[in-house]
């Protein structure tokens, strides 16, 4: 790995000056002092001034993936862990003090506590989706550049609202998108802006068919509030009584109010994305949606006439050939296809092959490249990769695409003012938070 840029002013600027400070103070005493070479930056080390101070919120099954790949890089230092259940933070905190073998990482059942704390940089937020914006929004209120996993918000208010919040404090901010960061998707990409497809005219994305389920498992005793803070597990979601299915093993997806979209932003928020970024639509949509139930899917289509279709799984063969993984994708032009998703294969109209066929082996789960974006900008102050108008974008087609599905008929959406021109339709996509929790902080 080269060398970590510096970082510009905002970043560490407080602990840098304090050990220059106290190494001057120990020099001027004429005490004799022994510094490992660790917390000078050498042996390929990086000074304790000059790493980012990382915390990471909700670590479940898909943040110790996150986490882990951020762990790797030596500019970055692991130092809290906030999560509303014992057992998990407890785990996590193992996990990150075996890394660093020290037992330095503090556990928090409340994030805010950690918010709160202004030696800490970044936050890797990795809750339920009930939480991502809302979350986002008090950490870049706190002074933190946030990596938050997909999907950021239950609605396209929501969206919205973090767009203004990360833009007002001035934050970093990655969408755990991270197959924007994956070669072969973006190789893909490239085959569509090069031209090398012909004149695009279609691009579609796998996802998984909406499905809202509003029943709620029978009650049990609530655990004690250290043991799980179940309040605090819902957060802005409407009150359910408690039951231990919703917290094992991601059992809160299946439930319409703590996960978004009934579960279509699941994968809708990769390749809808990614459909996006072929298309060259980031920073708008398609204007209009319809389901073709019959065909089992969701079609959508842009200004310019190019049509994003959304694949229910029974046509995945159909429109996805060589078998290319999960989270697959096809753009496709006047003189060629392209195809392919996690596995990392590319799959070319027999017209191409041969001509442009490139294999990669990275899956497109991995998030390192996408962690290593986050924290070049964060540095840097740039912008990631998936940025925070990159996301909003991106999930409003989604919004507007799963509620196409829900409402059996052709619908009208303004990319600009972000709405639908049915009311009733906009009326239907918003969701109310529970008191006291609220989008104005």
């Not at 990392?344 to 899956?363: C, D, M, Y």
Request: glycine share 8%.
């Amino acid at each position: 790995m080269s060398e970590p840029k510096k970082p510009s002013s905002g970043t560490s600027v407080g602990r840098r000056d304090f050990i220059k400070s106290a190494l001057a103070l120990s020099g001027a005493l004429a005490f004799p002092t022994i510094i490992p070479a660790s917390a000078l930056g050498k042996n390929g080390s990086v000074a304790p001034s000059e790493r980012i101070v990382l915390a990471g919120i909700g670590i479940g099954r898909r943040g110790k993936a996150v986490l882990g790949s951020m762990l790797g890089y030596n500019d970055v230092q692991c130092v809290a862990i906030a999560d509303v259940m014992r057992s998990q933070r407890e785990a996590i905190k193992k996990g990150v003090d075996d890394h660093y073998q020290n037992t330095d990482c503090k556990i928090y059942r409340d994030f805010r506590d950690v918010l709160a704390r202004p030696d800490i940089d970044a936050v890797l937020i990795t809750i339920g989706d009930r939480w991502h914006t809302l979350a986002s929004l008090m950490a870049a209120k706190a002074g933190k550049d946030i990596y938050c996993e997909k999907p950021c918000g239950m609605t396209i208010e929501q969206v919205n609202a973090l767009r203004e919040g990360i833009r007002r404090h001035g934050r970093v901010f990655q969408a755990g998108t991270q197959r924007r960061s994956q070669s072969n998707f973006s190789y893909a990409v490239g085959l569509a802006h090069s031209g090398m497809l012909g004149r695009l005219h279609t691009v579609a994305a796998s996802v998984y068919p909406p499905d809202a389920c509003l029943k709620w498992h029978p009650a049990e005793p609530e655990p004690a509030t250290d043991e799980l803070d179940w309040d605090l597990f819902l957060g802005p979601s409407p009150w359910r009584p408690y039951n231990r299915a919703y917290t094992v093993s991601r059992g809160w997806a299946g439930a319409d109010d703590l996960c978004a979209a009934g579960n279509f932003l699941d994968w809708g928020a990769h390749t809808v994305d990614l459909c996006q970024w072929a298309a060259g639509a980031d920073g708008s949509t398609p204007v209009e949606f319809e389901e073709e139930k019959k065909k089992q899917m969701i079609v959508g289509r842009y200004a310019n006439g190019v049509k994003l279709v959304c694949v229910y799984r029974e046509q995945y063969d159909v429109w996805f050939p060589g078998n290319p993984g999960p989270c697959c994708v096809r753009f496709e032009g006047d003189e060629g296809w392209v195809v392919t998703g996690d596995n990392g294969k590319i799959t070319l109209s027999p017209n191409l092959e041969g001509k442009l066929s490139k294999a990669f082996s990275r899956p497109g789960t991995n998030p390192a490249e996408h962690a290593r974006d986050f924290f070049d900008c964060v540095r840097s102050r740039g912008r990631t990769v998936s940025n925070v108008d990159v996301m909003r974008s991106s999930h409003h087609a989604c919004f507007a695409a799963q509620m196409a599905q829900r409402v059996p008929r052709k619908l009208r959406f303004d990319p600009v003012r972000a709405r639908f021109e049915d009311e009733d339709v906009n009326r239907m996509s918003t969701v109310t938070m529970r008191e006291p929790w609220s989008l104005h902080i």
